[in-house]
């Protein structure tokens, strides 16, 4: 206790009074600058995307744009909390009322304005573009096409990925009959998944494709993981390339192969998933003591494969047939 009063008497003379009386006045005078300058006027633009609803299965959208871009000035505050607001919603078009026989679509600049007055509150809007919005519709060919994953998946370095599930794996687009066979494939926005290593499921958002429609717009991520682990197995070495009436043997007659791989997946593998060869023109080109090996196949959720031992004692015999 002794001890704690001596440090307690040396913290209130290293901070007296007239330091903390300066740490206060510092502290005021930060709240004074930012309340000065949160006060200002400052101008920004704020991108608004654009959807619409209620549109049959098979309509292709084009010529509308996918955002509105806002240009916004006020006090430094409200167009900052407008700005970053992470629940803003789209323009919403309603395809039945917003469209005509004659295959055209629009929204009023007067209609449009009061959706960015609700979407984006508290902020004088000086200007949007477009200020209108204007498309056209058509019936377009149904085509489905497989989905594809765009981001960066890394598990933690403990762990590596088995298996990724996309559900769909495949999508409709909706396109004009002339640009059916340019699309390929849908991918998703870029995901990030890092450092994980459990079970991972994730809704992940297509990619819009211009003038077409994708449905449905989103797919269900699972990824799967396993712990990594080394192992190793002795696989036989076969022959390739012998002359007919040749026979290779080999001392050794298996190698050992070397791998990483998952827990749960090494005990799905069996020796006959790797192949490991000796090419008898190897020997015949370049006979010496020892011939190489090599290895030729791997089964899948395998890495870092390598044999043992790159050479081994080999012996070529004649079969019986070419003796007689």
Known sequence: MKALRVVRKFLFGLFNKEFLTFLFFLALSAIFWLLIVLNETVETEIKVPVMVTHMPKETVISGLADTVRVTVKDKALFVFAAAYDKKRQPVMINFASHTKADGTGSMSSS??????????????????????????????????????????????????????QVKPDSVDVFVAVERLDSVTFVPTENVSFLDFSDTIRAKAKLQSIKDATVNPSEVELTL??????EESIDVPIQGVNVPEGKIIRTFPSKATVRFVT???????????????????????????????????????????????????????????????
Do not use: W
Request: with cysteine; proline share 6%.
């Open 224 to 229: 799967y993981t396993d712990v990594l682990t």
């Open 111 to 164: 209609e449009l304005s009061k959706q960015l007055a609700r979407i984006i509150p508290m902020v004088d809007r000086i200007s949007a573009k477009p200020s209108e919005l204007k498309f056209t519709y058509s019936k377009g060919r149904h085509k489905r096409v497989p989905v594809k994953v765009v981001g960066t998946i890394e598990p933690d370095k403990a762990y590596y990925l088995t298996r990724m």
């Open 262 to 324: 998952g827990v749960k997946n090494f005990r799905r593998i069996k020796a006959s998933d790797f192949v490991v060869v000796v090419d008898y023109q190897d020997i015949e080109s370049h006979p010496q003591e020892k011939c190489p090996i090599y290895l030729r196949t791997i089964p899948h959720g395998i890495s870092r494969a390598r044999l043992d031992n790159l050479t081994v004692d080999y012996l070529i015999e004649s079969t019986d047939e070419t003796k007689e």
